[in-house]
């Protein structure tokens, strides 16, 4: 044998071992878990068990810690969440029909008095002017203005009273 098939034949040795690492290396990055692997599943799994344990209130003492006792947990902690769900939401529109009811209400004792007050003007004081306009003057103005009212300089008085259900009803009274 002479030098030059010794040389050739260490570079194909040479050619072999690199060809092997770089197929061992694609090996391993294969075992790698994908989506599709059990390993990756089972990880996963694991990952939203310990999510579901931090999200769901424990079970009893006496109950022993399954991965079933933990999903029957869940199930029935969503059904106590559905329920107060659909009670907020009956609250929330009762709240809105009464809202509604109070302010057309608050509207039309509104009208009321103000087709009573027609032609009546009175200034209004912003602060720091002493200008008058023809507008009506809101309610915070009229401490300011000094046009505080007493019961029996006005037509209509209003009250408010709390119901038995913790509703608020508005009353109005004509006063003579």
């Known amino acids: 044998m002479n030098i030059e098939q010794l040389l050739e034949a ?31 599943r089972r990880a996963h799994l694991r990952d939203c068990l310990e999510l579901l344990k931090e999200l769901v209130p424990s079970p009893p003492e006496h109950q ?5 006792a933990l999903l029957q947990s869940a199930q029935q902690y969503i059904e106590v969440l559905q329920v107060s769900e659909k009670e907020a939401v009956d609250t929330k529109k009762k709240l809105n029909q009464e809202r509604y009811a109070l302010q057309r209400r608050l509207d039309s ?21 002493s200008s008058t306009s023809s507008e009506e003057i809101d309610v915070e103005n009229d401490e300011e203005t000094g046009y505080a009212s007493s019961e029996s300089e006005d037509r209509f008085s209003t009250g408010s009273s709390a119901g038995s259900d913790g509703g608020l009803t508005a009353n109005s009274r004509r006063v003579k």
């Open 64 to 68: 022993k810690a399954t991965t079933l």
């Open 10 to 40: 260490a570079k194909i040795i040479e050619e072999r071992d690199e060809a092997k690492k770089q197929s061992q290396a694609s090996v391993k990055r294969d075992r790698k878990p994908t989506k599709r692997s059990p390993s990756y």
């Open 109 to 129: 004792l509104q009208g009321r008095s103000d087709k009573t007050m027609i032609g009546i003007k009175r200034p209004r004081h912003s602060e720091g002017e």
